[in-house]
C-alpha cells in the first residue's frame, strides 16, 4: 500500500488542516494517510488545547487513516529534533511520501536551503543542541524565508531526510490564506489554530460560536462537548509554581533543558508570580525566547531529567487511532515496518514511553475530575477505531 | 521573669485552649505565657485548618504572650520528636514549667511512666525511631493510659525533660468534658478542636454558627474572616498526586519517612484514587497507622529528604508574635535565652528554617488568590504584635 506521511499538531483541526490532507491526496494519489502527531504537550512546550484523543478523534474524521503519536521528547524540542523525531517515525512506518505545509511551497527552496545547510550545521550530527538560528540568519545564501516557523520546520524535515538517507520523498504544499502567528480571522474559512485557540481560551466559558466557520462541521459537537477541557498553560501553573518552591537548586538543574543558571533566574521570579504569563514575561530575556523558556518550564513540570532518556533511538509508534484503512495498513505492510508498533503502553519497557505516560498524567491533572481521571484511564483502552 | 510554657497546635483555638492558659496561669503565676505551636502542618502530619498566623493570633488574644514556632521537621513527628522538639525549645527559652493539659490529669503517673519508658526504650537515644506503640501497651507496669492522646504526648514531654536534664518542671492539667477524638459537641462550652474543624469542614460555606458556642467571642470574626481559607488535606490533594505522578521510585524512596516499601503501595494506588481519603483508605493497613501514612504523604509532598536535615539540633526560635509582656521577657531575660530569636527568616542560612519555609509555601499554594500569595508575602513581615 501507497502512503503518504504529514505530520502535525491539531491544535485544534481546522479547515486548512483539512485543505493540506486533500491536497496531499490530491497530489499523491495515496492509499493510505498516516500523520504523526504531537501528544499531550506541543512543540512550542505547551500543553495542546484538547487532548490528544480528542484530536486524535478530529483528524480521523478528517481524512487522516493512522494516527501515531510523536513521544514527548521529540514533541517538544526544538524544530531540527521535533523533524528527527518525527520523519524518523515515518520512515520506519515506510512511507513514501511526507507533504508539509508551509509559507514557501516550493520544495526546490527546501531542498537547497536543506542541503545547504545540512552540509554545514550537520556534520556533527548532535541532535541535542538546539538550531542555532542566529547562524540560519545569517547564513547567505538561505533560499527561503526561515523566519516563518512552517518554513523552519519543512527545512528540517527536509533535511533529516537527507542526511539520514530516508527514502521518503518531501513534498511541500503552500499555506493559503493564513499565517501560523495570525491572531484574528482574516479569512472567511481559513484561519492559523494560534487565532482558533486564542478565540476558544477568551471566551471564558461564553460562546465562541464564530470558530466553526473555520473548522469542519464534523468536528462541531466534540469541540462544544469538551468545552469544558480547553487547557492552556495557566491551568498548570499551581503545579509548575509547586514544583519550583518545591525543589532545591541541585534538582532543578537537573531538568532537561535547564542550562546556563537559568534556574537561578526562574527560582527568583516564581515568588512573585501569580500567573504563568507573569512568569514567563519576567523570565524573557534577548537570550531565552519565549518558546525556549516554554520548553524548559514544560520539562520541570513534567520532571523529566536530562539523563533520562539516554538511548535516543526511536523503538515504538504508539497507535492512537485508525480506520480500515490504517488497520489494513498495518497487517498488509509488516515487513516495511521497521518499529514495534504499540497499542496499549502496558507492560512494555521503555523510558521513552515512560516519558509519554509521565506527560500525559500531568495534563490530566489539569482537567477538573471526573475528566482527568477519564482521560488518564483512557491512556491505557485501545487505540481509536473509526469505521 | 518568671515563664510558663505551652506546647499547642490551636487546630482551631476554643475554650478548652483558653481553660489550659487560665489554669496555667492559676496554678504557676508567671509572669509570661510562652506558647510552643506547630506551623501549617501538624502533628499528625496534615496541614492546619488555618495558617499559623491566623492561629497565633487567636493565641495572642487569649492570653498567650510569646508565640514560638515549632520547626516542620518536630512539628509533624511522632510524640516523641515532637516532644523532644518541643521541650527542647522552651528550655532554651529559659521557661521553669511546662502545663499540658492530659485525660489523666496526675503529674506523678506522668513522672512515674516516664521513668519506666525512659530506662527501656531511650537508652538507645534514637529520636529517629518511632515510638513503638505495640511496646507501649504491653509495658507493664505503666501507670497511666497511653492509649489516650494528649497522655502519650505528656509521657513524651516528662521523659524528654528527664533524659536531658532540662530544668523544665512538668505540671499536668485534667482536660475537662472533651476527648480528643470526639467527633461531635458534648458539652455547652468545651468541645474538641477536632469536633469544630469537622463541623468548619464539613459546613462547605454554610454556616458553622455553631462552632461559637465553643471558641473565645474575641476570636468570632478571624475565624468568619478566613472562611474561604479553612484548609484539609483535600486542598492539597491534586499537589501530591502531582508529585506521586511525576517522580519515580527513586525519588519516592529518598524522602523522609518513606521505608519499608511504602512507595510502591502510594504508586499502586494513586493512579485510581481521586480524593486524599479513597487514597489513604486504600493504603491503610495493620502496619501503617492512618497516621503514620499521613506523616509519610505530608513528607513527599513537601519534598523533605531523608538527609536533608543532618543537623537535627535547634539553634533558633523562631517568632510569630508577642504582647508588651512577651517583647519584655525577650529584652530582660537575654541571658537565660540560649538559642538565636529569629523574628525574620530573611537572610539567614539555616537548613530547617528553609525546610520550615518551603513548607510554608508550599501550604499557601492550596489556597486561592490572593490570600495564597499574600500568606506567603507574610512569612518575610515582621511578627505579630498585639497591644
Not at 536543506?114 to 554545514?120: G, N, Q, T, V, Y
Request: hydrophobic content about 35%; glycine content about 4%; charged content about 25%.
Amino acid at each position: 500500500m501507497k502512503s503518504v506521511g504529514i505530520i502535525v499538531e491539531y491544535n485544534p483541526f481546522h479547515n486548512g488542516h483539512k485543505y493540506h490532507i486533500q491536497k496531499a491526496k490530491e497530489t499523491c494519489n495515496p492509499d493510505c494517510i498516516i500523520a504523526v502527531m504531537s501528544g499531550n504537550f506541543l512543540q512550542r512546550g505547551e500543553p495542546a488545547l484538547l487532548s490528544k484523543w480528542s484530536r486524535a478523534q478530529m483528524a480521523l474524521l478528517n481524512g487522516v487513516d493512522l494516527l501515531i503519536e510523536l513521544p514527548y521528547y521529540y514533541a517538544t524540542q526544538s524544530a531540527n529534533n521535533f523533524a528527527y523525531g518525527s520523519v524518523t517515525l515515518l520512515e520506519k512506518l515506510g512511507v513514501e511520501h511526507l507533504v508539509f505545509g508551509s509559507e514557501d511551497g516550493n520544495i526546490e527552496s527546501f531542498l537547497n536551503s536543506a542541503k545547504e545547510l545540512d552540509s554545514i550545521v550537520f556534520k556533527n550530527k548532535d541532535y541535542s543542541k538546539s538550531f542555532p538560528r542566529s547562524f540560519l540568519e545569517n547564513t547567505d545564501p538561505v533560499e527561503i524565508d526561515i523566519g516563518l516557523p512552517n518554513n523552519i520546520l519543512g527545512v528540517q524535515y527536509v533535511s533529516n531526510i537527507l542526511k539520514n538517507n530516508y527514502n521518503i520523498k518531501p513534498l511541500t504544499i503552500k499555506r493559503e490564506k493564513a499565517n501560523y502567528h495570525d491572531q484574528t480571522f482574516n479569512d472567511e474559512r481559513i484561519a492559523s489554530a494560534t487565532s482558533i485557540r486564542n478565540k476558544i481560551l477568551n471566551s471564558k466559558g461564553q460562546s465562541f460560536e464564530r470558530i466553526f466557520n473555520y473548522v469542519p462541521l464534523n468536528i462541531k459537537d466534540l469541540i462544544i462537548n469538551e468545552k469544558n477541557n480547553f487547557k492552556s498553560w495557566e491551568d498548570y501553573f499551581n503545579l509548575l509554581k509547586y514544583r519550583l518552591v518545591s525543589s532545591d537548586i541541585n534538582e532543578l538543574s537537573s531538568i532537561f533543558l535547564v542550562e546556563e543558571g537559568i534556574e537561578h533566574r526562574i527560582l527568583k521570579y516564581i515568588s512573585n508570580s501569580s500567573s504563568f504569563s507573569e512568569l514567563i514575561t519576567a523570565l524573557k530575556t534577548k537570550r531565552y525566547t519565549w518558546t525556549r523558556i516554554q520548553r524548559t518550564l514544560l520539562n520541570i513540570l513534567v520532571n523529566h531529567k536530562k539523563h533520562e532518556i539516554e538511548d535516543k533511538s526511536l523503538s515504538y509508534a504508539r497507535v492512537l487511532g485508525f480506520n480500515n484503512i490504517g488497520r489494513e495498513y498495518l497487517n498488509k505492510n509488516k515487513k516495511n515496518i521497521d518499529i514495534q508498533v504499540v497499542t496499549s503502553p502496558k507492560n512494555i519497557q521503555n523510558r521513552m514511553l515512560d516519558l509519554d505516560l509521565r506527560a500525559s498524567r500531568v495534563y490530566c491533572l489539569g482537567l477538573n475530575n471526573p475528566s482527568g481521571q477519564e482521560l488518564f484511564e483512557r491512556e491505557f483502552l485501545p487505540p481509536i477505531i473509526i469505521k
